[in-house]
Nanobody, 119 residues
Framework: QVQLVESGGGLVQAGGSLRLSCAASGRTFSGYRMGWFRQAPGKEREFVAAIRWSFGSTDYSDSVKGRFTISRDNAKNTVSLQMSSLKPEDTAVYYC????????????WGQGTQVTVSS
């Protein structure tokens, strides 16, 4: 059974940094696309960043490009999101998700971790 467990959220001042981690287990993720999404209060969940597990190619939303970096550690089976130059509008619950290669939707989701950026 696939499990995704996020960690690393917290409270940080604007301009600061945080690193989120997603521990993935239950299968090998070769060929999967791993993503980070976020949902702010009263808003829909939105895409933040994604990485192809096998090739390491990445994709970012315009709102975080240049400030956030997604990476994966094959040995530890983790996906990380390094967030820098944080803004109050980055405040949200951040979710890790996994999309199998044969699907065009993210099938597996973590429980989320809260990130709060104070001004």
């Amino acid at each position: 059974q696939v499990q995704l467990v996020e960690s690393g959220g917290g409270l940080v001042q604007a301009g600061g940094s945080l690193r989120l981690s997603c521990a993935a287990s239950g299968r090998t993720f070769s060929g999967y696309r791993m993503g980070w999404f976020r949902q702010a209060p009263g808003k829909e969940r939105e895409f933040v960043a994604a990485i192809r597990w096998s090739f390491g190619s990445t994709d970012y939303s315009d709102s975080v490009k240049g400030r956030f970096t997604i990476s994966r550690d094959n040995a530890k089976n983790t996906v990380s999101l390094q967030m820098s130059s944080l803004k109050p509008e980055d405040t949200a619950v951040y979710y890790c998700a996994a999309r199998p290669p044969e699907r065009n939707v993210y099938v597996y989701w973590g429980q989320g971790t809260q990130v709060t950026v104070s001004s």
